[in-house]
């Protein structure tokens, strides 16, 4: 009846809702990985709330895969 594909997504996308701010400058330090570091890196307000929206989009459908036990797009 449930499937753990589903808390998988879940599990990737609550840290990006509850946290995105640290999601996004997490993302800018990977993406910079072997670049001379400058200064401190400080994620756009757009970024932010993008992957706060990235993190909303998938929880929600993590946990509609989750409860009926298949995924929600054909």
């Known amino acids: 009846m449930f499937d753990p594909n589903g808390l998988l997504l879940v599990l990737v996308g609550l840290p990006n ?3 995105p701010a ?3 400058r997490l993302g800018l330090h ?3 990985f072997g670049r001379t ?3 401190t890196v400080e994620p756009a307000d757009w970024y932010v709330h993008a992957t706060r ?3 909303l ?3 929600f459908v ?3 895969w989750f409860v ?3 995924p929600p797009f054909p």
Request: glycine share 16%; proline share 4%; aromatic share 8%.
């Open 37 to 39: 570091p400058s200064s």
């Open 22 to 24: 640290g999601s996004a």
């Open 30 to 32: 990977l993406r910079s």
């Open 68 to 70: 009926s036990g298949r």
């Open 62 to 64: 993590g946990l509609s």
């Open 57 to 59: 989009v998938v929880t």
């Open 53 to 55: 929206l990235f993190g």
């Open 17 to 19: 809702l509850v946290w």
